[in-house]
């Protein structure tokens, strides 16, 4: 009966291999056939508000705030948020207003709090003064190109699409070994399984890099405070929006964000924060996408079978296609940076570990405060008990 057992154990772990080299396969050829495509022109071009909050001096952030100033585009509102008078970034938004006087620009200092998601809390603060029906949300560490509110705007025309989102790529501040890992984690799965997932799924969430919403979809769903105890308020602002009836669609500009790990503990707690997030948001989907661990997969199986030829051969063979998925990706995003694919089995023990520690507990840092990630995505203040949620 044992050795039965252990027959069946090493099918599957086989078995798991094999699925896992099956999702990598389909996802090269996914992000290869992926390429950025220069805007198309488009009729539908209505004035639109862009909102930025804003904390703290972010690398690049001038130049990251400027490119959403700089659009090519003929009539936008920009709005810049924070919440503290003497947060350091101001004297850079007010540069960057003088600057562009054309584009309306305003800076919003407001100090209300309406839950445990600071972010949601600076747009709620900011909205009330928001001239258009349109509205474009993204984090302060994000770029754009000039056609960016363009080809956003573009895909508003069916008038069945309440939110708008965009893929985007990281790209390392600086040389530190955590910067690098960090953009690879984006550019090389992220990006794979965001395609691979909208062959088989409608998109029914949004990514932090782009939130544009229609101002009748966003009040369908009870306005912008009703991602106000979310962490994840990109997935469920999609979600809510899908569920009131609207649909969420891709746009096809690029968004870079700029990616800045202080240390390898910094993006361990990063990324575990995005993991636990993701877990508890989508739990089915999250508990799945161990197949998209095909390295760390093909070594525990190789090793388990006591690195039979077989196993090492399917530990070639997900090694061969995970760095082909560097080259691609690099290729498809049209990354500038340095091609490191001996960082790759680096990277994809981190992600596993990563997958592992998700599952072993709630608790998440965010900008120094600890929080606990409830079942439903909200979070609430973490002080070693269950704590209400800050009103």
Known sequence: ???????????????????????????????????????????FRPPITVLKPVCGLEPRLYENLRSFCAQDYPE???????????????????RLIREFPERSAALVIDPRVIGSNYKISNLANMIGRARYDF????????????HYLAEVAAVFADPKVGAVTCLYRGTPV??????????????????????VALMSEPLEY?????????????????????LSSYLADDHMLGRL????????????HIVEIAINEPSLKSLFRHELRWARTMRAVRPRGYALSFVTDAVPIALLVAIATGLHSSGLILVGVALALRVLMHFAAHAALGSKDVLWPWLVPVRDLLTFAIRAASFVGRRVEWRQQKFSVQSDGQMVIYNGRASEVPQ
């Not at 530190?176 to 399984?193: C, K, Q, T, V, Y």
């Not at 929006?241 to 096809?252: D, K, N």
Request: with cysteine; charged share 20%; proline share 4%.
């Open 1 to 43: 009966m044992l050795h039965v057992l252990c027959q069946l154990s090493m099918l599957a772990g086989y078995a798991t291999v094999v699925a896992s080299l099956v999702y990598s396969a389909v996802a090269l050829v996914r992000v290869a056939l992926f390429r950025t495509q220069s805007p198309r022109p488009a009729a």
């Open 76 to 94: 936008f509102q920009i709005l810049f948020g924070v919440r503290d008078a003497h947060d350091p970034a101001i004297p850079v938004i007010e």
């Open 135 to 146: 509205l474009a949300i993204s984090d302060a560490d994000c770029k754009v190109g000039r």
């Open 174 to 195: 600086g040389k530190r070994l955590a910067d690098r890992l960090g953009a690879m984690f984006i550019n090389e799965w992220f990006l794979p399984s965001v395609l």
């Open 206 to 226: 949004c990514f932090g890099a782009t939130m544009a919403v229609r101002r009748e979809a966003l009040d369908a769903i009870g306005g912008i405070e009703a």
């Open 241 to 252: 929006v899908a569920a009131s009836g609207y649909r969420v669609a891709l746009a096809r």
